[in-house]
């Protein structure tokens, strides 16, 4: 388990070290706090498999994902925000904005432009997508980046669920140890969130998904 913390350095320091640290364990991007004398950030960072996971703890900040960082990325990935605290407003490529609170769920992609604000107290569990994992599990993953997903039905319910307690076994010095195939059935639950909603997936390519689904689990 990684881990880092902006508390204890300078308050000259805090914000390019908290800049570096999430270009650098998430994506390319610039943040800007809200207070900058005030600015405290953790994160955490766990292999889960194929997948990374990122749990993110911040004080109030605007984030902007540009077009200039999306140049910098050789293989843009996707990532899944899971807010276990508080609530943000995204939105991809300057569009309409979407709040995501507690228990919502919203899939982002690198490979696009995104901005995202939240106050304090902040805390979001993100679960980094390899763009080819994604790509292959889901029949169209573009209409679900930007979507939020509420816990609405049981699909959302339960990976909601299952975000939050993958988010409780992460904590400084625990010895957390995920098999691939546990990284198979997180994205197994993702698949199955998105197929219960009629706007993130066409119908034509669901029967598709749910092979796709099948054959991988065959081979765990």
Request: charged share 20%; aromatic share 4%.
């Amino acid at each position: 388990m990684q881990a880092w913390s902006t508390r204890g350095l300078p308050a000259s320091r805090k914000l390019a070290y908290w800049n570096a640290l999430s270009s650098e364990s998430i994506a390319a991007m610039e943040v800007t706090p809200r207070d900058a004398r005030a600015f405290e950030g953790e994160m955490l960072r766990e292999a889960v498999g194929p997948l990374t996971v990122i749990d993110v703890r911040s004080a109030a900040v605007r984030l902007a994902h540009t077009r200039d960082h999306v140049r910098r990325l050789d293989m843009p990935s996707y990532i899944l925000l899971a807010p276990l605290q508080g609530r943000m407003q995204l939105s991809v490529e300057h569009g309409r904005s979407v709040d995501v609170e507690t228990g919502e769920l919203c899939l982002l992609d690198h490979a696009r432009t995104y901005q995202l604000e939240h106050g304090d107290g902040m805390r979001t569990l993100c679960v980094d997508i390899p763009r080819a994992t994604l790509d292959a599990l889901l029949p169209a993953p573009q209409r679900a980046v930007g979507l939020r997903l509420s816990p609405t039905s049981g699909a959302v319910r339960l990976l909601s669920g299952l975000l939050r307690d993958l988010g409780a076994e992460l904590h400084p010095g625990a010895l957390a140890s995920f098999t691939p195939a546990f990284a198979q059935g997180l994205l197994g639950f993702i698949a199955e969130a998105y197929a219960s909603e009629p706007d993130s997936l066409p119908e034509a390519g669901i029967a598709a998904r749910v092979t796709a689904l099948r054959d991988r689990k065959s081979v765990v």
